[in-house]
């Protein structure tokens, strides 16, 4: 059999060796859209992350039988001409949720104790001639009686919950789906979770009913002091509403996932004026060392599912 790994740099250091068991392996550290045919075209399996992988490159590769997406979302492949050329598409659920759990309470922290701040107050020597023992200039709040909706109640949004109620804040959620209904959380409309809540997390995917779901005509009807993260998808916060707002209003973001990653060079983002009201991530919530070791693990899983047919 034989494997293509096509874009093994979003891996990391992450021990790949367990293909080596499968059949022959080629390892690519990135493959451009020009590359991509001729690295696959007698491929059996395909691995990738986020390498398109389109109708037309599916029937030139008249050995392909599996496509492995590492990762959750399969929207870089199409599908549709899959299920027809009778190619198997697999991908990887829930290997990253601790992880992404983990990376929200880590940026809003961030924000909330007005961490880059303190820091810089340290190091660069402001601390050192204070008068006085402490530093009381940039106040933060409790989590506790605080009004925390979040938008998205999969299984990441619900641990996220969960912790957050250890904190003593008060959770509610809006279901992107309208589907979506518990007996364990209040359920808000979003018109109501914006004027209401003093922090709202994003843990849902983006399609067409996410897409642009908070704009500048949302945003502005926030409470003042609201902090707003995003671990969804980038495209459900208008990135151009966000540049508008953060030096107009009293909002604080912090983002993981944008509309274009990477990020784009000048970036409206970068030239803001209230830097300290944003803190963005480059797409890592779902990277942690045991996600990852979890991710490799599965697709070899999935791979090994042809072995039995």
């Not at 250091?13 to 499968?22: C, M």
């Not at 009381?136 to 990441?156: A, C, M, Q, T, Y």
Request: overall charge negative; glycine content about 6%.
């Amino acid at each position: 059999m034989k494997i293509v790994l096509l874009d093994t740099l979003t891996f990391g250091e992450t021990d790949l060796s367990g293909f080596n068991n499968l059949g022959e392996v080629g390892i690519f550290q990135t493959t451009s859209p020009e590359q991509t045919l001729s690295r696959i075209i007698d491929a059996n399996v395909i691995v990738s992350n986020k390498v398109v992988i389109t109708r037309a490159h599916m029937q030139e590769c008249k050995n392909l039988m599996l496509i492995c997406v590492a990762a959750t979302g399969m929207n870089n492949i199409d599908l549709e001409a899959a299920r027809e050329l009778n190619i198997e598409v697999k991908n990887v659920a829930g290997y990253s949720t601790d992880s992404v759990i983990q990376h929200t309470f880590s940026m809003l922290f961030y924000l909330v104790g007005h961490s880059r701040y303190y820091d810089e107050v340290v190091k660069d020597g402001t601390y050192s001639r204070s008068p006085i023992f402490t530093d009381v200039s940039k106040p933060f709040f409790e989590l506790k009686d605080k009004k925390w909706g979040i938008i998205g109640l999969g299984n990441i949004g619900r641990g996220v919950a969960s912790i957050a109620e250890t904190f003593g804040a008060n959770i509610s959620y809006y279901s992107t789906s309208g589907v979506n209904r518990t007996q364990d959380f209040q359920r808000q409309n979003l018109d109501e979770m914006l004027k209401t809540c003093d922090i709202i997390t994003i843990h849902a995917p983006l399609n067409e009913k996410t897409d642009n779901l908070l704009d500048y005509e949302q945003l502005l009807t926030c409470k003042d002091g609201v902090i707003i993260l995003n671990l969804g998808r980038g495209g459900i916060i208008n990135e151009d509403a966000i540049v508008r707002i953060i030096d107009e209003k009293d909002i604080s973001f912090a983002l993981d996932v944008l509309k274009k990653e990477p990020m784009l060079q000048n970036h409206p983002l970068l030239s803001i004026k209230n830097k300290e009201n944003l803190y963005i991530t480059p797409h890592i919530a779902w990277t942690s060392v045991e996600a990852r070791e979890k991710l490799i693990a599965s697709t070899i899983e999935n791979i090994r599912s042809l072995e039995s047919r």
